[in-house]
């Protein structure tokens, strides 16, 4: 394909997957297949590799993320970001009412909107491509986190329609729950500290330094307010319509109310409505519509006049902070846990909530014997959110957060890019083994459901098990007549787990079953920091055998299909540790599988005993899938070129560095086409 042929074609790519983007994002009516879709973009990519200087600003294949960013620049507004005075009550909206009827009069309506729990973000266009994203900071200059914002599918990367030349327009970045709850869950298998709520996942994520990890997170984004006069319109509800016809995304939620009546007829029903959003609001937004008389009500220096937020009650009770214990996980993630004078929460009684890290700690200024204010985040967890300062105790200290681990002692850690504070101590401290054994069980790992219930903790305590290899050693007569009395809290009985000889078949034969369990999930199983279900079944469809994923370089693992810098560096560093390769070896000793296992017709050694180097971009298979088929085959994967090296397998846009070493040193440089011949010739 020559160039022009390729504008032509980029073009055409570019229109068609923006277009999809916003069937998918803004209508939720998608008319393509993800394979399809995927299938266009990854068109698109090596199109843009080969012609690098036809990559369009607007181009769908920006989302993935820019280079990291290690420090945001701040921008001046050009429109002050005003925040919105709060109102909790009915009274203090007729209050607002009558201020604005008493400036502009009777002849007045306003628009009701609901209020996003997010982060602000303002969006800058010129000639409708998006140039620039600001959070609103202090209101009056902001961090510039375009390269994070590119990555948010429903926020267009180039506008449709009829816009103006230089064109801003407003609104929030939020999670969505369902995605909140995964990513949640996701965190917690790999040993990563759950975020406490959707708002801070959203507001943190916007400070990532490495947009390909932002594009990772389920975030989404409503637009609410165009500021200036930027569009030929006389009132805020219009200004939205047009803004949806430039493919920006507006909430359908949006009334236009006459007067205080219709207003609060709007907040009722949102206030049990938004239990069916898969997003959280914290209330209303209430703005006089006639863009007029917004100029005509003005601004104070922090909050317009003529616009206000009605915040939903929270059902908040006040109690009082008796002490901090400090809970260690798994992966040595050490969480305050606040015990609070007992006191009646939305139905249930509240005795412990989580303080989180030490950062939440420090920023609510909590202490010992305060009098502290107790939310239910959700609905569900109970979370300290404020301290009745007036009611502080005159000798009161500071909360010093530990620097020891509260189990066996080892210094804590804690890196800068990390809200957490660690036990680096991970073989040896007894909440982080029992956890780890905990999660070799699972069922998503090694499913070993007969050793559920309490049964880890007792062979722990009775010295069977220090590690997940410990369990192939198990015999019978090591696990008969165990017992264990659990004592019973708030006046319950005491209860007894005991070894019988049916529960102990159960447990060996759960076991021996586990031998079946296949590759990736035992890699998922050994609980290596970061390292979930997706990553493992990467690395282990890359590397085939844990000998190969354990001889991989950092620069190795770091080539791999979603493999970072920060899952590299944890392989490393967790196969770098005698203890953890001595685990390898019992369970290998023990039968479990430990490379793909390939069926009988899946592939021959037709390439057994060739290494390769894969480099450059191809049109029919990526550059993992051409990997793949190498091992799949029997061949090598090597990252850099030498005298071993059996063929050089090039693609277009290849550095030249490479091609000039396979050059001296005689290594034979073949296409993607000669090494699918090759393959199908079955001859080396």
């Given at each position: 394909m020559n160039k022009e042929d390729a504008i032509l074609k980029i073009d055409i790519l570019v229109d068609e997957l923006q277009q999809h983007n916003y069937n998918y994002y803004i209508l939720s009516t998608p008319t393509i297949s993800n394979y399809d879709f995927d299938r266009l973009l990854k068109e698109l990519e090596q199109l843009?590799?080969?012609?690098?200087?036809?990559?369009?600003?607007?181009?769908?294949?920006?989302?993935?993320?820019?280079?990291?960013t290690k420090y945001f620049a701040n921008v001046v507004h050009k429109y002050p970001m005003l925040s919105l005075s709060n109102t909790y009550s009915e009274d203090e909206i007729l209050e607002f009412d009558t201020r604005v009827r008493k400036v502009i009069g009777d002849n007045v309506e306003y628009v009701c909107e609901l209020k996003y729990d997010g982060l602000s973000i303002g969006l800058i266009y010129k000639n409708g491509i998006l140039v620039q994203a600001i959070t609103r900071g202090d209101g009056i200059q902001g961090d510039d986190v375009t390269n994070n914002v590119r990555t948010i599918k429903s926020i267009p990367l180039k506008l449709k329609g009829n816009y103006p030349r230089d064109f801003e327009i407003r609104g929030e970045i939020f999670m969505t729950i369902d995605g909140f709850n995964s990513m949640n869950a996701e965190r917690e298998e790999v040993g990563e500290q759950a975020f406490a709520n959707p708002r801070n996942a959203a507001s943190g994520s916007m400070k990532m330094q490495d947009p390909k990890e932002v594009a990772q997170r389920?975030?989404?984004?409503?637009?609410?307010?165009?500021?200036?006069?930027?569009?030929?319109?006389?009132?805020?509800?219009?200004?939205?319509?047009?803004?949806?016809?430039?493919?920006?995304?507006?909430?359908?939620?949006?009334a236009v109310c006459k007067n205080t009546e219709d207003i609060f007829e709007f907040i009722n029903d949102w206030a049990v409505g938004r239990k069916n959003l898969n997003y959280e609001i914290d209330g209303i937004v209430i703005k006089v519509n006639s863009i007029s008389q917004q100029k005509?009500?003005?601004?104070?220096?922090?909050?317009?006049?003529?616009?206000?937020?009605?915040?939903?009650?929270?059902?908040?009770?006040?109690?009082?902070?008796?002490?901090?214990?400090?809970?260690?996980?798994?992966?040595?993630?050490?969480?305050?846990?606040?015990?609070?004078v007992p006191v009646q929460l939305a139905g249930t009684v509240v005795k412990r909530a989580s303080l989180h890290n030490a950062d939440i700690i420090k920023t609510l200024?909590?202490?010992?014997?305060?009098?502290?204010?107790?939310?239910?985040?959700?609905?569900?967890?109970?979370?300290?959110?404020?301290v009745n300062f007036?009611?502080?105790?005159?000798?009161?200290?500071p909360v010093k957060f530990i620097d020891a681990c509260p189990e066996c002692g080892t210094s804590l850690t804690k890196k800068?890019?990390?809200?957490?504070?660690?036990?680096?101590?991970?073989?040896?401290?007894?909440?982080?083994?029992?956890?780890?054994?905990?999660?070799?069980?699972?069922?998503?790992?090694?499913?070993?459901?007969?050793?559920?219930?309490?049964?880890?903790?007792?062979?722990?305590?009775?010295?069977?098990?220090?590690?997940?290899?410990?369990?192939?050693?198990?015999?019978?007569?090591?696990?008969?007549?165990?017992?264990?009395?659990?004592?019973?809290?708030?006046?319950?009985?005491?209860?007894?787990?005991?070894?019988?000889?049916?529960?102990?078949?159960?447990?060996?034969?759960?076991?021996?079953?586990?031998?079946?369990?296949?590759?990736?999930r035992v890699l998922f199983a050994l609980g290596i920091r970061f390292v979930g279900e997706t990553v493992a079944k990467k690395l282990t469809g890359h590397y085939r055998n844990i000998t190969a994923l354990k001889n991989a370089s950092f620069e190795e693992l770091n080539e791999v299909d979603e493999?970072?810098?920060?899952?590299?560096?944890?392989?490393?560093?967790?196969?770098?540790?005698?203890?953890?390769n001595d685990i390898i070896e019992k369970l290998s000793n023990a039968g479990l599988n430990m490379e793909m296992v390939e069926s009988s017709d899946e592939a021959s050694n037709i390439l057994d005993g060739k290494s390769f180097v894969v480099s450059g971009v191809f049109e029919n298979y990526s550059r993992d899938e051409i990997k793949a088929l190498i091992e799949q085959y029997g061949g090598k994967n090597t990252s850099t070129?030498?005298?071993?090296?059996?063929?050089?397998?090039?693609?277009?846009?290849?550095?030249?560095a490479k091609k000039q070493k396979a050059d001296k040193l005689g290594v034979p440089m073949i296409s993607e086409d000669d090494f699918m011949k090759l393959i199908d010739s079955k001859k080396i």
């Open positions: 843009e590799a080969e012609y690098p200087d036809l990559v369009r600003p607007d181009s769908p294949t920006l989302r993935v993320g820019g280079e990291p389920p975030l989404d984004c409503y637009l609410y307010y165009i500021p200036g006069n930027q569009l030929d319109v006389t009132n805020h509800y219009n200004s939205l319509q047009l803004a949806s016809k430039m493919g920006l995304k507006i909430s359908k939620n949006i005509q009500l003005g601004s104070t220096a922090k909050n317009p006049r003529w616009a206000i937020s009605y915040k939903f009650k929270t059902e908040r009770v006040e109690t009082i902070l008796k002490s901090i214990d400090y809970q260690v996980g798994r992966t040595g993630a050490v969480t305050p846990v606040a015990n609070l200024d909590v202490r010992i014997d305060d009098h502290v204010m107790v939310e239910k985040g959700g609905e569900i967890i109970p979370k300290i959110v404020g007036e009611k502080r105790l005159s000798d009161s200290r800068m890019e990390e809200a957490a504070h660690y036990c680096p101590n991970e073989d040896h401290c007894p909440p982080q083994i029992k956890g780890k054994l905990e999660h070799f069980i699972s069922r998503k790992a090694m499913n070993i459901d007969s050793l559920g219930e309490g049964k880890i903790e007792m062979l722990y305590d009775n010295n069977l098990v220090h590690n997940v290899g410990d369990f192939y050693s198990l015999k019978p007569e090591m696990l008969i007549g165990l017992e264990k009395v659990i004592p019973g809290k708030d006046g319950k009985k005491d209860s007894k787990i005991s070894f019988q000889a049916k529960t102990v078949v159960n447990i060996i034969s759960g076991i021996e079953k586990s031998k079946q369990v296949p590759f990736a493999i970072g810098v920060r899952i590299a560096e944890s392989i490393i560093n967790w196969f770098s540790k005698p203890e953890h070129i030498s005298s071993k090296t059996g063929y050089l397998v090039a693609g277009s846009n290849m550095g030249p």
